[in-house]
């Protein structure tokens, strides 16, 4: 089966060609390409980094995996273009395994939930995360959210509920062996320790089901033994973290609670939007389950009553009982609610922190699903729903299975593709660039300073809200001399100051043409000398920005640009789709690019 969904995942995240947020690139991959290729490679590091507000230990996984594409590369003798494609590749190559093993564990997780008498709602379980159009979406991504789902949904299969729901007071006296149970416990406690270093706020999940089994199913024997496991296994893995922290960082530090002082305490977090406090009920969930969502809420209210109207069995291994399943769902849904109510309290939200709840929810829908498209005689017999036929239920079947195909080929070849294409697009020309000039040994122009050093390199300014497209891990080469508008946070700031703040992109944005008056270079200077692009140049004691050889921009842009640069060197040599609507309006419309006139014509537009 894992085999199975191996490859299913790497087809996922190989054909993937959209954007979703900054965090896919700037939180793992551009601090990975740091520390793998060095300081001189080019990539963005973030101020989260700079204040040491993330663990290492995502970002060096990548780090890891980049290291050994690069080998192999060079092991194979493969040219820039191959190995540029290699390279990128190489983030969504890894992180299928993390959504293979998340689809695969979500199944063997609703077997123990349900029993093997219900294997039919674990296979729901997995078809439901296969067919998620979140799943296709987001599984493949290199978001800390995505590995922190994962390592928790391993965790709660790997948790010993037989032992824990079993009515003996010690494991000394249970009919569980001694030695399964405490590894599988230790196991379990590692990967949910992991998931807390990735993201701090997964500790919520953690404390909510560590609450019901101590409230209703705890013994003195038993709560003492989660303690000890707890405190080795956590201590084990925050030993370690902090050791990789220390070697990336250079300096003892804790990233989790310096990202608690500055996003909670400080509220710095709010600097990245502010949203409406029912946002993971009205937006978060539906855009988890999606087509789901109706048996998500059914199963979530099904357990929740079903916990506490039911009696706490005292049968020896209860989880093999439909008692044991209903205890298990029941302490489920408290996380999932828990979890829900801890994250609204805080004013930034964003639907993927709550992705670690999905694959807990898509086996609890499990169940609802399995019982409303059984068809089988004893199964419609005890149905308490509505008497519809089997093809009425095939109908809408096809229906689910149509609309969560069709949302996952719209999100994922479709929207917000034009920044992912433009990037692609700069690497290939600069690919090019290259390789003339090595078969050739000629020289290409670049761009417009006052320097007389002709060179290879490839100059380019976005003048985008900031992060709005990938960095170093999809421009790859390190001669791509390139700048965007940025935003930096107010960590200087007082709150009281903080309102009035505007970024450079705020800036930009506010007033594009002063913006562009006031920071870049006279456009008469273009065709001086063309030559080596310095990123800023000291005039008049004022620091100005020399034009690129390519301005990319979003077509909501366009008519201040044509007017700004009417008469200039430059022209429209590219465009790309992006996007049907946008939420945010600067990002409205295609991605255009423009050059300077003799930019292309020998690297082929």
């Known amino acids: 089966v894992f085999t199975a969904l ?110 093997r ?65 405490y590894s599988q416990l230790q196991l379990a406690l590692v990967a949910a320790a992991t998931a807390c270093i990735l993201r701090p706020t997964n500790v919520v999940i953690w404390a909510a089901i560590s609450a019901c089994l101590v409230l209703r199913r705890g013994t003195f024997d038993k709560i003492v033994t989660l303690l000890e496991c707890t405190v080795v296994c956590g201590g084990a893995v925050l030993a370690i973290s902090a050791g990789m922290d220390k070697m ?18 400080q509220s710095l977090a709010v600097f990245y939007g502010r949203n409406r406090w029912d946002y993971y009920l009205t937006e978060g969930l539906p855009l988890l389950l999606t087509t789901a969502l109706p ?22 291994a209860a989880t093999t009982t439909s008692s044991g399943s209903r205890e298990i769902r029941f302490i489920f849904s408290s996380a999932i609610i828990a979890s829900i109510l801890s994250l609204t309290l805080v004013a930034h939200k964003e639907v993927r922190f709550i992705y670690p709840l999905l694959p807990i929810l898509h086996v609890l829908a499990a169940g609802p699903i399995k019982t409303f498209f059984d068809t089988s005689p004893f199964a419609a017999q005890r149905r308490k729903m509505p008497a519809l036929g089997s093809p009425a239920r095939l109908t809408i079947l096809t229906i689910l299975l149509v609309l969560n195909i069709l949302i996952a080929g719209y999100v994922s070849q479709y929207h917000q593709r034009g ?48 992060h709005s497209t990938p960095w170093r891990s999809h421009l790859v080469h390190p001669s791509i001399d390139a700048w965007a508008l940025t935003c930096e946070p107010p960590l200087d700031l007082k709150p009281s100051q903080r309102a009035t703040y505007l970024d450079e992109a705020d800036q930009f944005y506010a007033d594009p043409s002063a913006w562009m008056a006031a920071h870049m270079r006279s456009l008469h200077t273009i065709a001086a000398k063309p030559a080596k692009d310095i990123e800023w140049e000291q005039l008049g004691g004022r620091k100005l ?51 300077l006139k003799t930019v292309d014509e020998t690297s082929q537009r």
């Open 295 to 316: 048996f998500g809420i059914l199963a979530l209210w099904q357990s929740i009553r079903g916990g506490l109207l039911t009696e706490v069995s005292s049968t020896p």
């Open 6 to 115: 191996l490859a299913f995942r790497t087809i996922n995240g190989l054909i993937l060609k959209t954007f979703f947020q900054p965090d896919e690139f700037f939180q793992s991959l551009e601090p990975a390409w740091h520390w793998t290729f060095g300081s001189m490679s080019g990539a963005w590091i973030t101020w989260e980094w700079k204040e040491s507000l993330r663990a290492s230990m995502h970002p060096l996984l990548f780090s890891a995996a980049y290291k050994a594409a690069d080998l192999l590369c060079g092991m194979l003798n493969l040219g820039a273009r191959a190995r540029g494609d290699v390279l990128v590749a190489t983030p969504r190559l890894l992180q299928a395994i993390f959504a293979a093993a998340m689809d695969l564990f979500t199944w063997r997780l609703a077997g123990k939930v349900y029993g």
């Open 419 to 466: 920044v992912m294409d433009v990037v692609h697009y700069l690497r290939d020309r600069q690919t090019t660039r290259l390789e003339l000039t090595a078969k050739y040994n000629i020289t290409l122009p670049s761009t417009s300073s006052t320097s007389t050093a002709p060179t290879s390199d490839l100059t380019v300014a976005f003048l985008m809200p900031c």
């Open 117 to 181: 008498q219900q294997s039919k709602s674990a296979w729901a379980a997995l078809i439901l995360s296969v067919v998620s159009p979140w799943q296709w979406f987001c599984s493949v991504r290199s978001f800390s959210n995505s590995a922190e789902a994962t390592l928790t949904v391993v965790a709660l299969d790997l948790f010993p509920w037989t032992w824990f729901l079993d009515s003996s007071p010690s494991a000394s006296e249970s009919k569980v062996d001694s030695t399964t149970f």
């Open 545 to 595: 920005r020399k034009w690129p050889m390519y301005v990319v921009f979003f077509e909501q842009l366009e008519p201040t640009m044509q007017t700004v640069l009417e008469g200039s060197m430059y022209e429209e040599c590219r465009r790309f789709w992006n996007s049907h609507w946008h939420d945010d309006g600067r990002r409205k419309g295609d991605v255009v690019v423009y050059c």
């Open 248 to 265: 990336f960082y250079a300096d003892w530090t804790f990233p989790a609670l310096r990202f608690l002082y500055f996003n909670v305490v």
